[in-house]
Nanobody
Framework: QVQLVESGGDLVQAGGSLRLSCGGS????????MSWYRQAPGKQRELLAA???????NYADSVRGRFTISRHNAQNEVALQMSSLKPEDTAVYSC???????????WGQGTQVTVSS
């Protein structure tokens, strides 16, 4: 059974930083493209950052320069380092694992990030 579990969400003041972590069991992250998404109340889910199996990264304009995605295959972990947080970053953050051939994809349950002004 595949399970992705996010952690690290918290209440933080604007300008602060957080590190989110996504750990997995049942799959080996090194074989998957990994991504972080978020969804705020009343809004569509937004792709924030993605890292491929060979460590190519891409970011949404809304987070580029503030967020950094990294993968740690030996620990089966992908992280999202967030800095200069803004109230509009408040959302549930989820990780996604997707096989490069598209044959499978998995989601975590999400972790809440709240940024106060």
């Amino acid at each position: 059974q595949v399970q992705l579990v996010e952690s690290g969400g918290d209440l933080v003041q604007a300008g602060g930083s957080l590190r989110l972590s996504c750990g997995g069991s049942g799959i080996a992250f090194r074989f998957y493209h990994m991504s972080w998404y978020r969804q705020a109340p009343g809004k569509q889910r937004e792709l924030l950052a993605a890292i491929t199996t060979d460590n190519n990264v891409n970011y949404a304009d809304s987070v580029r320069g503030r967020f950094t995605i990294s993968r740690h295959n030996a620990q089966n972990e992908v992280a999202l380092q967030m800095s200069s947080l803004k109230p509009e970053d408040t959302a549930v953050y989820s990780c996604n694992a997707r096989r490069p051939d598209g044959a499978a994809a998995y989601w975590g349950q999400g972790t809440q990030v709240t940024v106060s002004s």
